[in-house]
């Protein structure tokens, strides 16, 4: 596992957020809204044998998978694949290995929690001095669960190396991309970081899926209600 960097930056005690492929992808989806909205510059990438070997092409230009976006006070981590359990750990101690050395302010994981709809966002942290912030910004607390993959490993390790660490989970129907999970999540780090992310596009894209899964689930009843019709016909 190694850090390739692209681009020196001075960073100046950034957040940095994760947002690897999860349920309903809502880290993802939030976290490449962030990148394009606030138009971040990539600025390096984690190289591993151990990923699957896809790589985004872009412009023209090939990219690797799990790539590093930011400016002075914000980096945002991306990746185009599926983290597979194998890279979990080396992966988040190359993470915080990295992250050590430009003392970061906190470690923000992006994810989702698959209960058939898109609106609470739930936090969780490394510690309970840093549950205040949520109840703070009147935030639920999720009670229990488990949290998998890089986001609860890279909560834990970047605990061990005391750097603050908190989760944001977004309820997601869990079954396709959830823009609208995404939204919420960003919803909550503008109004507790001040991103100023843009989420109006999203919600667009929400709007247009919801449509899309109403039309078919009307086409899916009308051709029910004709199969029934045609198999057990009705004499008067």
Do not use: C, W
């Not at 993470?95 to 058939?116: D, F, K, M, R």
């Not at 100023?196 to 449509?211: C, F, M, Q, T, Y």
Request: glycine letters at 8%.
């Amino acid at each position: 596992m190694e850090y390739i960097t692209k681009k020196e930056i001075d960073f100046k005690n950034p957040i940095v957020i994760e947002g690897f492929p999860s349920v309903g992808l809502v880290g993802s989806i939030a976290a490449h809204q962030i990148i394009k909205n606030l138009k971040l510059e990539y600025i390096g990438y984690f190289d591993t044998p151990e990923v699957p070997p896809i790589n985004l092409v872009e412009e023209g230009v090939v990219y690797p998978s799990i790539r590093v976006y930011g400016k002075e006070d914000l980096i945002v981590l991306f990746s185009d694949v599926i983290i597979p359990p194998i890279v979990v750990h080396s992966l988040s101690d190359k993470i915080v290995e990295t992250l050590i050395s430009i003392n970061p302010q906190v470690v923000i994981s992006l994810g989702g929690l698959a209960t058939g709809k898109s609106e609470k966002v739930y936090g969780i942290a490394s510690s309970k001095d840093l549950l205040e912030i949520f109840e703070k910004y009147e935030i639920p607390i999720l009670k229990f669960g488990m949290v998998g993959g890089v986001s609860g490993s890279l909560m834990v390790k970047s605990n061990n190396n005391k750097i603050p660490a908190i989760g944001l989970l977004a309820e997601t129907v869990g079954i396709r991309p959830d823009p609208r999970g995404a939204s919420n999540l960003i919803n909550v780090l503008n109004r507790i970081y001040n991103l100023n992310v843009d989420v109006e596009e999203l919600i667009e894209e929400a709007d247009k899926i919801d449509e899309k899964i109403k039309q078919l689930a009307q086409e899916h009843a009308k051709l029910m209600t004709k199969t029934a019709r045609s198999e057990y016909p009705m004499y008067l």
